[in-house]
Each structure stands twice: as structure tokens, then as C-alpha cells.
């Protein structure tokens, strides 16, 4: 089994939520307090939407929000099919998502207000990143890693490291294709689909494939001897 000369540093990351003192109750506000929040609202209601508690159905808060609480499912739908790793700036993904706000109200009667209490909340957050002291230098240790690690270091290194890497590929696919060599367990790591899963359900998919490939190639080396 490789080695790897430079092992796999696992790290966790854990968020401060900061209100932003801002809040929309219909539509038109959301759109417009979406134009001017700040960078770091639009990435904590949009990439870190994985992080926290969430339905599958949608895939950030804008969504979920005009779906649960204004009910307006068409507008939910179109919300959730904004890819935010699409584009290459989060100003980009701004304008996407009010522009998908202004059609639906263009085409649309005046849409519904939230019931009071039940308002958008524009909250943004510090993100703190720290290592874990686990690292792995070859697939079986990286296998037992995956396993035993937190949901923040699942959700670091496959959701967040698609803004940060180059290639918006995710840290684990990463390291096996360019320091292992395996670029098939690599490509096979890179196709699951963020959006149709929660975070354990990741963490689940990326320790069977690698726990079938470190049985394949144990079964080889028997072979071989």
C-alpha cells in the first residue's frame, strides 16, 4: 500500500454566528437586503447551509426559507438549483440569486408576507480552522480518520475546500489523486454529489469507497504473495 511523503492533515472548523441586525419579510426585502449584506452573510447562508441542521430539498437558507415559510415552492425550487461553487465570486453569486427573485416577482403576483416571528434573519459568521492532530499517510489510515472525525472536518475539507482549491475539487479527492496516485478512488471521491446529501451521509459514502479500495488492494497483495 503507498505511502504517502506528505500525509493528510485533518482539520475541523467550528463557526460564531454573528446577527446581522437584518431581517426581510417578503421578497422584495430579501432581494433588495441581499444586494447589500455582506460577503460573509451571502457565503454563510449559501456554502455553510451544510453545516448546520437543514432539509435536503433545499440547498441554502434562501430557499428554505421562501419554501417553509412564505411557501412559494416554484421560487424555492429555482433557489435551490443556484449552484453557489458555479461561480466565481460571491458578488456573482449575489446578483444570480436576486436575479432569480426579481423574474419570479416579475412574473408573479404580489407574493405572500411571513407571518410575524417568521422572518429571514441575515446572520453571517466567523469561521474558526484548526488542526485535529490526526493524520494519514496511506489509505488505511486515512480510512480509520474519516470514520472517527467530526462533521466540521467532513464539511472543511469536501464543502469548503471547493472555494479555496484552485480546481474546486475537495481536499480528500485531492490529496489521494496527486500524493497517492489513485486517481480513480479520487475521481470516484470528487463525483459525490454535495447537494443530494447531508454531511454524515458524505462521510459515510467517502469511508465505503475507500474502505473498498484498501480491501482491493489487500486482496492484490495476497495474490502477489
Same mark, same amino acid.
Given at each position: 500500500?503507498?505511502?504517502?511523503?506528505?500525509?493528510?492533515?485533518?482539520?475541523?472548523?467550528?463557526?460564531?454566528?454573528?446577527?446581522?441586525?437584518?431581517?426581510?419579510?417578503?421578497? #422584495?426585502?430579501?432581494?433588495? @437586503?441581499?444586494?447589500?449584506?455582506? &460577503?460573509?452573510?451571502?457565503?454563510?447562508?449559501?456554502?455553510?447551509?451544510?453545516?448546520?441542521?437543514?432539509? @435536503?430539498?433545499?440547498?441554502? $437558507?434562501?430557499?428554505?426559507?421562501?419554501?417553509?415559510?412564505?411557501?412559494? *415552492? +416554484?421560487?424555492?425550487?429555482?433557489?435551490?438549483?443556484?449552484?453557489? /461553487?458555479?461561480?466565481?465570486?460571491?458578488?456573482?453569486?449575489? &446578483? %444570480? =440569486?436576486?436575479?432569480?427573485?426579481?423574474?419570479? @416577482? %416579475?412574473? +408573479?403576483?404580489?407574493?405572500?408576507?411571513? *407571518?410575524?416571528? &417568521?422572518?429571514?434573519?441575515?446572520?453571517?459568521?466567523?469561521?474558526?480552522?484548526?488542526?485535529?492532530?490526526?493524520?494519514? *499517510?496511506? =489509505?488505511?489510515?486515512? @480510512?480509520?480518520?474519516?470514520?472517527?472525525?467530526?462533521?466540521?472536518?467532513?464539511? /472543511?475539507?469536501? /464543502?469548503?475546500? #471547493?472555494?479555496?482549491?484552485?480546481?474546486?475539487?475537495?481536499?480528500?479527492?485531492?490529496?489521494?489523486?496527486?500524493?497517492?496516485?489513485?486517481? %480513480?478512488?479520487?475521481?470516484?471521491? #470528487? +463525483?459525490? &454529489?454535495?447537494?443530494?446529501?447531508?454531511?454524515?451521509?458524505?462521510?459515510?459514502?467517502?469511508? $465505503?469507497?475507500?474502505?473498498?479500495?484498501?480491501?482491493?488492494?489487500? %486482496? *492484490?497483495?495476497?495474490?502477489? =504473495?
Amino acid at each position: 500500500m503507498t505511502s504517502a511523503a506528505t500525509p493528510f492533515e485533518f482539520k475541523q472548523c467550528v463557526t460564531i454566528l454573528k446577527s446581522t441586525g437584518k431581517k426581510a419579510k417578503d421578497l #422584495r426585502k430579501l432581494s433588495d @437586503l441581499i444586494s447589500s449584506v455582506s &460577503d460573509e452573510s451571502i457565503f454563510h447562508h449559501t456554502y455553510q447551509y451544510f453545516l448546520k441542521e437543514h432539509v @435536503l430539498e433545499y440547498t441554502n $437558507d434562501f430557499a428554505h426559507w421562501v419554501g417553509e415559510s412564505l411557501e412559494e *415552492r +416554484s421560487l424555492a425550487e429555482q433557489l435551490s438549483n443556484v449552484d453557489p /461553487y458555479g461561480f466565481g465570486t460571491i458578488g456573482d453569486l449575489r &446578483d %444570480e =440569486l436576486r436575479n432569480v427573485i426579481m423574474a419570479y @416577482l %416579475e412574473g +408573479s403576483p404580489e407574493p405572500r408576507e411571513a *407571518r410575524p416571528g &417568521d422572518e429571514f434573519y441575515f446572520n453571517e459568521t466567523a469561521t474558526l480552522v484548526f488542526p485535529v492532530g490526526i493524520w494519514a *499517510r496511506n =489509505l488505511a489510515e486515512f @480510512l480509520m480518520a474519516i470514520k472517527l472525525i467530526e462533521t466540521g472536518s467532513i464539511y /472543511y475539507h469536501f /464543502y469548503e475546500a #471547493r472555494v479555496r482549491v484552485e480546481d474546486k475539487a475537495d481536499d480528500f479527492s485531492k490529496w489521494i489523486a496527486e500524493t497517492l496516485g489513485e486517481k %480513480e478512488l479520487a475521481m470516484h471521491i #470528487r +463525483s459525490i &454529489d454535495p447537494f443530494m446529501h447531508n454531511v454524515e451521509e458524505i462521510q459515510k459514502h467517502i469511508a $465505503d469507497a475507500v474502505e473498498e479500495w484498501v480491501k482491493r488492494d489487500m %486482496e *492484490r497483495m495476497v495474490q502477489v =504473495l
